[in-house]
């Protein structure tokens, strides 16, 4: 067994998840956690399965994905050899994407002229079978002329008759203020921030407390912890089946790591915040910004 393998089965152990929860977690097959626990890295189909199994691993028993592919690539480094091939394969996939690049070219080409030829052939019979439209339209705009103008005096009336009735010298009786309508409290607002190293940031304004709900739909280890000055503090790791829900309400920022983001539904103060639809580890941090 690898000192990495020894790592990730000892943290597992303590956590006391099981290798049949920690596949269902991570929908990796259980012959291959157990293939990375030995250091038997040669039962994984490739290199690159290898690093995506391991980062998994950690995500899912809490550890840091990043040391922890660091201390793999230390011990396992990448071999020399593969690069001629991968030079052969994209110098291939470049001569093919360019020979496709040539026909869309020639087709777009093809495509427009015969819209254009479409284009040419409707306007030359609709300029042949014009039949002089612009003059049958005069009278109807001497008509609406005419209307104008026997219009136009009484306008002029109406405005000479408020001017009179504005000017009599009577003082207009004053308007009574209405009061001003009472401010209504601003709602809660969730609103996405950035992405930073993998981890989703929302802040959150409005409200003095996060209420934290979450609906599971399908087996799913999660682990919810509360920030404070002094770093974080964890209000529990669990891990939950199909039909499971939990409501966290705490007066600090919120740290989440969950194991599949398919299997969980997850709402702040009544708004959803979406975690994705793959069964893929997600970890998200609720910023609270009060007033």
Same mark, same amino acid.
């Given at each position: 067994m690898s000192d990495?393998?020894?790592?990730?089965? /000892?943290t597992r152990l303590e956590k006391k998840i099981s290798l049949d929860d920690l596949q269902e977690v991570t929908k990796i097959r259980k012959r291959y956690l157990e293939a990375i626990e030995e250091g038997n890295y040669k039962v994984l189909p490739g290199s690159f399965y290898v690093r995506a199994f391991i980062k998994s691993y950690a995500e899912?028993?809490?550890l840091d994905p990043t040391e922890v592919l660091n201390m793999y690539q230390s011990t396992n480094p990448s071999p020399v050899?593969? /690069?001629p091939v991968v030079e052969n394969i994209r110098k291939n996939r470049t001569s093919v994407r360019n020979t496709e690049k040539l026909s869309r070219w020639a087709s777009s080409v093809m495509f427009i002229c015969f819209i254009?030829?479409?284009?040419?052939?409707?306007y030359y019979y609709t300029y042949k079978n014009y039949k002089g439209t612009p003059a049958d339209e005069k009278p109807a705009q001497t008509q609406s002329s /005419?209307?104008?103008n026997s219009t136009s005096p009484a306008a002029g009336t109406n405005s000479t008759n408020s001017t009179t009735a504005s000017s009599d010298g009577k003082v207009a009786p004053l308007s009574t203020a209405t009061p001003s309508p009472t401010p209504t409290p601003s709602a809660v607002q969730v609103k996405f921030s950035s992405n930073e190293k993998g981890v989703d940031?929302?802040?959150i304004t409005g409200t003095a407390n996060l209420n934290i709900q979450l609906k599971i739909t399908g087996s799913c280890w999660i682990r919810v912890d509360s920030l404070t000055e002094g770093g974080k503090d964890m209000l529990r790791q669990k891990l939950y089946k199909a039909g499971d829900t939990d409501t966290f309400d705490i007066a600090t920022s919120a740290y989440l790591n969950v194991g599949a983001a398919s299997a969980v539904e997850l709402s702040v103060n009544g708004t959803v915040v979406p975690v994705g639809d793959t069964p893929n580890p997600k970890r998200v941090q609720l910023n609270l910004q009060k007033n």
């Open positions: 990495l393998g020894f790592i990730l089965r /000892k899912a028993v809490g050899t593969e /690069k254009l030829l479409i284009f040419g052939i409707v /005419k209307i104008t940031n929302y802040i």
